[in-house]
């Protein structure tokens, strides 16, 4: 696999984590102004540090994500241990439907309206993401095809998958799942949970 997903290096943490499973995108730039479209279902998770305020974020994040700002940083290499499948997603068009994901992440309710007002369309993308973990991370040299305000790149290779594990066990994942799935009226299936 060689494409990757831009996102703040503060969300790749807490997905890694699992702290959240869900990621809002509005679209990059460059993306011009049909915005973001989920080209790919599946994923590395490319971390980035462009754009990026802890401020934010939910206090009780705040110094996390202060302590992982501050780690040394080489912009010439980026580092990847992490890859996602989107399990569902909704093409968000009122605020009120984007609020309802509060709880869900760690971004403060001013970010999310922000990101919902961004551009002429009144919208934003959610996605229910399922994280896995390689091995050994892989380090890359930044390529310079990997800059700007976009959501979408490609490696300039494929990188291994093998022995990949899920970051949420099932019994961690589903119940976040069925949340997610619930806040927007997606009545998706979940094993275990809703008797599918």
């Known amino acids: 696999m060689r494409v990757a997903f831009k996102e703040w290096a503060i969300i ?5 984590r699992g702290r959240q499973i869900l ?19 599946r994923f590395w998770l490319f971390p ?4 990026q305020q802890g ?11 202060d ?8 912009p010439s290499k980026i580092e990847i241990r992490y890859y996602a ?16 994901l509060v709880g869900q992440h760690i971004w403060k309710e001013e970010v999310i309206q922000d990101r919902f007002d961004w551009s002429r369309r009144k919208d934003i993308h959610a996605l229910a ?7 050994l991370a892989v380090e890359l040299p930044m390529h310079e095809s990997y800059g700007g305000c976009k959501s979408w790149l490609e490696f300039t290779s494929n990188l291994d998958t093998s022995g990949a594990c899920p970051v949420l066990k099932d019994g961690d994942f589903l119940p976040k ?3 997610f799935s619930d806040a927007l009226q997606l009545n998706i299936p979940i094993p275990g949970i809703n008797g599918k």
């Open 12 to 16: 790749v943490d807490a997905l890694a």
């Open 23 to 41: 990621v809002l995108r509005k679209g990059g730039i460059s993306e011009g102004r049909g915005g973001f479209s989920l080209d790919h279902e």
């Open 48 to 51: 980035t540090l462009f754009h």
């Open 55 to 65: 401020d934010m974020v939910l206090t009780d994040e705040k110094q996390h994500c």
């Open 67 to 74: 302590k992982l700002l501050q780690k040394p940083h080489d």
């Open 85 to 100: 499948e989107v399990i569902a997603w909704k093409r968000i068009e009122s605020a009120d439907e984007a609020h309802s």
């Open 129 to 135: 993401v399922r994280v896995h973990q390689i091995p």
């Open 177 to 179: 799942l069925k949340k």
